[in-house]
Structure formats: structure tokens, C-alpha cells
């Protein structure tokens, strides 16, 4: 089984609308990252789930976790025109890839 | 300029993660359709704006313009095994295109 988790920021409260383009931003992204498995979990439903993070801290250690087990993912920065300061981390997508593994990386952050 | 715009249905009221997982998959899909435009977007900062329909019904409307004017697209239906009944459209990605033309189809809708 294959799936993908995007994690955002839950400290910088983010707007619904600027959230859910951010968790956009890195699903895209990452899934584009991932030659091998993309095609393969979009044929099996493309699940993704969205979870919350602390802090900038958190997401930076995700994100050292995903390259450390070779995980295709990609962190959003932004922009910062409007909501955020520019260069802001905002939110990291994990995967597509197996389950297992990306319960490794994942696993105890929490549900938005 | 280029621009991918998202709508979701207000009316549906979506938990903000769940809102998030059917704006992330209606992105994806309807980037993975625009071959032509997909990269120029992207290497050009991959703008996505998220705005609210009010029902079903003008969400099908929205589609069918899509479909009328041949910008690539993405209708969501969600699998529902949680939140919403099965089948149940969500969310509509409109794009990647050029700005004028999304905003000929998206230009009425209120913004999340």
C-alpha cells in the first residue's frame, strides 16, 4: 500500500484557503519527485493524508528524516507575499511512498 | 501568467483536512492533464488560489465550462468512506492555464 502525508505548520494558523494551497503546493511537488511509485498509488486511490506539526523545528527534522530514508518529498517555502513572511517554511509532503515507510517518518505527528 | 485555481464546495462544510486532501488531489490531477503548460507554471512560482462554490450543482456548471473551453481539469469524487457519501463531488481543479482563461470560468466564485 502506498500512500502520501502532507504536514503543515499548525503554529502559523494559517487561513483555510492559504493551508490548503500550501498542502497542494507540496503534495504536487513531491509526487512529482516520485517517478517510481507515483503512477502506481494514483491507480490505487492516491491517499493523502494532512497532518499538523508543531513548529518550523518539527518540519525541518521530517524533512531531514525524508532525505536520511531516501523518501521522494518536497518542502514548501513561501513566498510570503501575503500571510507569511517570504521563505517561510510552510508545509512538507512525504511520499508517495509505502506505507510503512512513511509511518516511520510521520507516525507520531499529529492529525489536523 | 499562468495560474491553477481550486474550488471546493462551501456547502459541504469539510473538516480543513479533509478540505486540504480534495484541493492537494484536484491539483495534481488536473496539473498531471495540462502537459503544455505544466512546467512553464511551475518554474514560474505553481500559483494556486482555493475558492468556495456553493453546491453541487454550480460546480458541475464550473466543470462543464472547463470542458467547453478545453482547459485541462479535475472533478474529485470522493471514495467516502468517512466524511461524505460516496461519489460525492468535492473539489474541481481549474488548470494550469493562462490566467485570463481561468478567470473566464472561475472569475464569479467567492473566495475561501
Do not use: F, N
Not at 18 to 42: G, M, P, Y
Amino acid at each position: 500500500m502506498l500512500k502520501q502525508v502532507i504536514v503543515v505548520r499548525g503554529d502559523l494558523d494559517l487561513p483555510v484557503g492559504k493551508l490548503a494551497s500550501q498542502v497542494a503546493h507540496a503534495s504536487l511537488e513531491a509526487a512529482l519527485r516520485a517517478d517510481e511509485t507515483r503512477d502506481a498509488w494514483r491507480e490505487s486511490g492516491a491517499e493523502k493524508i494532512v497532518v499538523r506539526c508543531s513548529d518550523a523545528s518539527s518540519l525541518s527534522t521530517l524533512h531531514g528524516e525524508c532525505d536520511r530514508l531516501d523518501i521522494p518529498c518536497y518542502l514548501v517555502r513561501d513566498a510570503g507575499h501575503t500571510v507569511v513572511e517570504p521563505g517561510t517554511a510552510t508545509a512538507l509532503g512525504v511520499g508517495p511512498a509505502p506505507e510503512g515507510v512513511v509511518d516511520d517518518v510521520t507516525g507520531g505527528v499529529e492529525l489536523v
